[in-house]
């Protein structure tokens, strides 16, 4: 298509009105969308290829920018507590992420023989961004 | 001896610029003025504003010789005469007009981007894509208005003013200056005035397209990129590109070995360069020289007039564009794509990402959809820089 398009533009390089050529007109439109969209379709299936060859054996453990904190204390297996803070609306996402790092102590504990137990879990009381996603907007948001 | 001092006074009055300014170029400067304001003081992308309006002024001086338009208008330049009878600004302008300055900023712009995002979320590529088909309406928009006889331009200038909708000024100046380089000054100046707007443009449209239920969407974690993917993307995505559209291989091939550069961590010196000097020096010989294009001859005309209506046309439908696209997404992936971030598909980086990310906070102050919406908005570089080479390979 691109060739074609190439074609008719050869004929009159330069001082290619309008009016005359209208069908290359809506030729270039066309194309230079298809061709805009094709490419990017291809460099998005390469990309997920690329990242299911690469990340085979990732295990995705997601964690989000807030993170309440919990307190750990000594004695009975784990058990996860109700946030104490209810007007947060991180709530169904906080249950998770307080689920995972328990179990990630957890784990880490059981190696000496110790077991964890959550006693409550506080909300710390910060700015809107912590410290790395500020750091991350900031990286991103430099002018240039 | 008196009248040897008075004939050399009158020779100097009668070639200074005060005896040979026509009215044009004294509007011309003081334009420049308005520019020099707009940077300095509104901040309007002072990088790259605040040269190209002290290079209107400079070209606009009678006398002074610096710019010579005639010498590069011609289909056959004589560089022989450019070196011998070029002014300042005629041999800085060679880096533009053989294409040297562009690539080399795209270089300094591959090595601050990064493309975590949008390699843990591939499907961002489609709202860069989306977003450029402001390019191709804005290019329909021109032909039409001179099909009207409104203007007159060409094929080649109206795929240069359409290039405008990438909001991408080294990819503008590129197309520019290949196929409409008499258009350069103009285009230039749109594309950075708009630029510097987008916040203004793109928020409007954005509130219009999107239902509140849509824009307080949250989306999902982005996950971790390795770095061997980082490494590869570059590669991959140079390689895919100049295979399919050559004419796209100086600027994509600059950015992503910019990025490789960056993301290799093995040459630290070499990015610490192509960031900050590198850029530097290239940024403002090519703001000084795209302004000296801007003579009155040039620059006072309806053309330019149609030119900043169809910039502000542009940019109106590359946003409109990636919102919508980013709806379809969202529709199609059952609820999971906030549509915001389908406008930050226009190349201007990071704004457009910034305002995905502030018109998304006040619908909900805590959503975060900064970096989701950087990868769209870095697709939109790579997006910009394919359509200029599906531009340049049908009318270059």
């Keep these: ?26 030729a270039t439109l066309v194309t230079g ?29 997601t964690a989000a920018p807030e993170k309440p904190k919990t307190a750990p204390a000594q004695a009975a297996p784990v058990t996860v507590t109700a946030p104490a803070e209810a007007e947060s609306e991180y709530d169904e996402d906080d249950s998770e992420i307080i689920a995972v790092i328990a179990a990630a102590i957890a784990a880490y504990g059981e190696a000496d023989g110790k077991q964890y137990k959550i006693a409550s879990v506080k909300r710390k009381e910060k700015a809107l961004r912590g410290n790395w996603s500020a750091a991350g907007i900031h990286e991103n948001t430099r002018p240039f | 001896m008196l009248e040897t001092f008075w004939e050399t006074i009158k020779t100097l009055a009668a070639e200074s610029a005060f005896a040979n300014i026509s009215w044009q170029q004294g509007v011309m400067i003081l334009l420049s003025f308005l520019l020099m304001y707009l940077a300095i003081v509104k901040k ?47 041999i800085l302008y060679l880096g533009v007009k ?19 995002p949008l390699i843990a979320n591939p499907k961002s590529f489609l709202l860069g894509a989306a977003a450029q088909a402001g390019i191709f309406f804005t290019f329909i928009g021109a032909c039409l208005l001179s099909m009207t006889g409104i203007t007159s331009f060409t094929m080649e200038q109206a795929a240069s003013i359409g290039i405008i909708g990438g909001a991408d000024g080294p990819t503008a100046i590129f197309v520019t200056s290949r196929l409409a380089p008499e258009m350069l000054g103009s285009i230039a100046v749109a594309a950075y005035s708009y630029m510097a707007l987008v916040p203004f443009i793109q928020r409007p449209i954005m509130l219009a397209l999107t239902t509140k239920k849509e824009r307080s969407i949250r989306m999902k974690q982005l996950r971790t990129v390795s770095k061997r993917e980082r490494i590869i993307f570059p590669i991959a995505v140079t390689l895919l590109v100049s295979f399919i559209v050559p004419d796209a291989t100086a600027l994509v091939g600059m950015l992503m070995l910019g990025n490789l550069f960056r ?11 192509a960031q900050n000097e590198l850029m530097n020096i290239v940024t403002i ?14 620059f006072l005309s309806i053309e330019t007039l149609a030119i900043i209506l169809l910039g502000l046309i542009a940019f109106s439908i590359g946003t409109a564009s990636g919102v919508l696209f980013a709806k379809l997404m ?6 999971t794509i906030n549509p915001l971030i389908g406008s930050a598909g226009v190349s201007a980086v990071p704004m457009a990402a910034r305002v995905s990310q502030k018109v998304g906070a006040e619908t909900d102050p805590s959503n975060f959809l900064l970096m989701h919406a950087m990868g769209p908005n870095v697709s939109g570089v790579i997006g910009s820089a394919v359509a200029a080479g599906v531009l340049l390979s049908i009318f270059g």
């Design chain 2, 285 to 298: 010989m090519l703001g000084v020289t795209v302004g000296a294009t801007a003579t009155a001859a040039n």
């Design chain 2, 330 to 335: 969202n529709k199609l992936s059952g609820g």
């Design chain 1, 33 to 61: 969308i298809v061709v805009v969209f094709l490419i990017l379709v291809l460099l998005v299936f390469i990309l997920w290829l690329l990242g299911k060859v690469l990340n085979m054996n990732f295990k995705s453990k």
């Design chain 1, 1 to 26: 298509m691109v060739e074609i398009a190439k074609l008719l533009a050869s004929v009159t390089k330069g001082t290619t009105v309008p009016s005359e050529h209208v069908d290359m007109m809506w």
């Design chain 2, 98 to 116: 053989l294409q040297l300055f562009p690539p080399l900023i795209f270089l300094g712009i591959g090595t601050m981007t990064d493309f975590g």
């Design chain 2, 44 to 90: 309007f992308e002072p990088l790259l504003l605040l040269p190209i309006a002290f290079g209107m002024a400079l070209t606009n001086i009678p006398g002074a010789e610096l710019y010579h338009p005639e010498f590069f208008m011609t289909g056959n330049i004589d560089y022989g005469q450019v070196l011998h009878d070029g002014g300042l600004l005629d």
């Design chain 2, 263 to 273: 993301e290799s961590g093995v040459v630290d010196r070499l990015v610490k360069t």
